[in-house]
Nanobody, 128 residues
Framework: QVRLVESGGGSVQGGGSLKLSCSQSGYIWRSAICMAWFRQAPGKEREWVGTLDKVFNTRVTRFSKSVIGRFTISGDSGDSTVFLEMSSLQPEDTATYFC??????????????????WGQGTQVIVSS
């Protein structure tokens, strides 16, 4: 049973920073995995934020245009916990943030429908 648990959300003023964590357990594809972050603002579609693409010892991160240069993704030594570090936060970053995972089968998709396992989400509120 794959389980993802996000933490680290909260309220922050515009320009501030937050670091979200996603703790994983139960997955078996340790050598080839896609770890993605999505977000969903009230009344909006779920939006891809970024992905950690891991194949054996190679890790590649990709980000949406709306967050590139402000957000980073990293993992602990075993990638059992993946982090989303967010800086220069703006009110438009306000959303519930979700981590998701799937086995890496050649590429890591940006579409939420392609991910099999999800955390419960953690809320981020950015005030102006």
């Amino acid at each position: 049973q794959v389980r993802l648990v996000e933490s680290g959300g909260g309220s922050v003023q515009g320009g501030g920073s937050l670091k979200l964590s996603c703790s994983q357990s139960g997955y078996i594809w340790r050598s080839a995995i896609c770890m993605a972050w999505f977000r969903q603002a009230p009344g909006k579609e779920r939006e891809w934020v970024g992905t950690l693409d891991k194949v054996f010892n190679t890790r590649v991160t990709r980000f949406s245009k709306s967050v590139i240069g402000r957000f980073t993704i990293s993992g602990d030594s075993g990638d059992s916990t993946v982090f989303l570090e967010m800086s220069s936060l703006q009110p438009e970053d306000t959303a519930t943030y979700f981590c998701a995972t799937r086995r890496h089968d050649g590429n890591c998709p940006d579409s939420s429908s392609r991910y099999d396992y999800w955390g419960q989400g953690t809320q981020v509120i950015v005030s102006s």
